[in-house]
């Protein structure tokens, strides 16, 4: 069973930046991606690497902003924000598949979860 936890979320202020970090015991070159899911909102797909990090998915409302990438010798899969919204803030998860693609986009379907890391974005 492949644990994943999540860190770096926090209060930060509109047109600030965080970086979140998902961490695995072992990755296997899974494609892993990072969703999320505002009060009283669905849960949504935000971005999806492959296994290589070669090929990435996003959002249309974080394209530009958001960045995801991976260190398969870390096992660790990043999430890099600037210039977040107040509508930005959510319950960030990360999940993987047991594939190395986002056959899907960011509608993959996703076998392993997070427990997910609060972002706030509020001045």
């Known amino acids: 069973q492949l644990q994943l936890v999540e860190s770096g979320g926090g209060l930060v202020q509109p047109g600030g930046s965080l970086r979140l970090s998902c961490a695995a015991s072992r990755f296997n070159y899974y494609a892993v991606g990072w969703f999320r899911q505002a009060p009283g909102k669905e849960r949504e797909g935000v971005s999806c690497?492959?296994?290589?990090?070669?090929?990435?998915n996003y959002a249309d409302s974080v394209k530009g902003r958001f960045t995801i990438s991976r260190d398969n010798a870390k096992n660790t899969v990043y999430l890099e924000m600037n210039s977040l919204k107040p509508e930005d803030t959510a319950v960030y998860y990360c999940?993987?598949?047991?594939?190395?693609?986002?056959?899907?986009?960011?509608?993959?379907?996703?076998?392993?979860w997070g427990k997910g890391t609060l972002v706030t974005v509020s001045s």
């Open positions: 690497i492959s296994g290589s990090g070669g090929s990435t």
């Open positions: 999940a993987a598949t047991s594939t190395s693609w986002c056959s899907g986009g960011l509608h993959t379907p996703m076998n392993y």
